[in-house]
């Protein structure tokens, strides 16, 4: 009697082992399942956000790969792995960019907007006061982006503020002074709420996109067209800052991840930002 209870007892606690198992199998693939599949089944027509992950995912693999070849450099690898790093990087990149201009189809709106920054709840005070007179500068198609100012954190620079590399160029100025969009082009997005605090994106006519950060205010809306030197903000303090600045940044496409080194994109412009500031 006392041999078979003891049976029966080790066979249930084989059985709830099982049990246990199988729930926690079944779990993982309940989890596993749907970011698996935003790969590549539901990019398109299902409806879902599949996109989304897929374009936030390539963006994570290009940083890691990135922020790999940046190690290698530093470490004075052997010159074959830094190479062979940077070719993962580059096919990674390419993959990145079918993602980002994938989710710019699905989405028509920037991966990195903070849902806190959609239905117009963002702080951008009175939009309706025209700027004052003699706040544009309509001298040339292409102009720099806000005046007065000094360089500070470049393009690609390290800093604990960000995870890996600087994306933009930072104009040191006070809180207040007027931002301009660098070329005429349309309003892609304004948004807030995130390490950008408030900020504008603008499309402009060569495909590029230009990104205004940490602004105080805000002085145009999705869909506003802008001329070259037009005022769209005051600078200020919004978002993951230190001290009063622009981040102004020149992407291929909307996304976070897509940036360009923005001086010598300037230059092309035949904008020197690098002069001493007027
Ligand atoms: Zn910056």
Known sequence: MGREHHARLRA???????????????L??????????GSDGSDRGDGSDGWRTAASRAVRAHEQARAQVDRLREADARPTRIKDAERRRKTLRSDLWDRLWAAERASGDPVAVDPSGRDGHCPFGNR????????EQRTRPWTTPTRGYRLTAG???????WAHRHTGQDFAVDS??????????????????????????????DGYFTQYAHLSRID????TR??????????????????????FEVRITPYI???????PWLRRKAVDATAAAP
């Open 155 to 161: 393009y690609a620079a390290k800093g604990s503020r």
């Open 28 to 37: 993982l693939l309940l989890t596993s399942v749907p970011a698996g599949a």
């Open 226 to 247: 802008v001329t070259a030197g037009q005022r769209i903000g005051l600078s200020g303090t919004s978002g993951n800052v230190t001290g009063p600045h622009l981040h």
């Open 176 to 205: 207040g002074t007027p931002v301009y969009a660098v070329g005429a082009g349309t309003v892609h997005a304004t948004t807030c709420g995130d390490g950008f605090g408030n900020q504008v994106l603008i499309r402009h006519g």
């Open 128 to 135: 309706s006061r025209p700027p004052a007179t003699g706040d």
């Open 220 to 223: 145009v809306r999705k869909g």
């Open 12 to 26: 249930a606690t084989g059985a709830t082992a099982f049990l246990a198992l199988a729930f926690a199998f079944a």
């Open 257 to 263: 991840g897509s940036a360009v080194a923005p001086l």
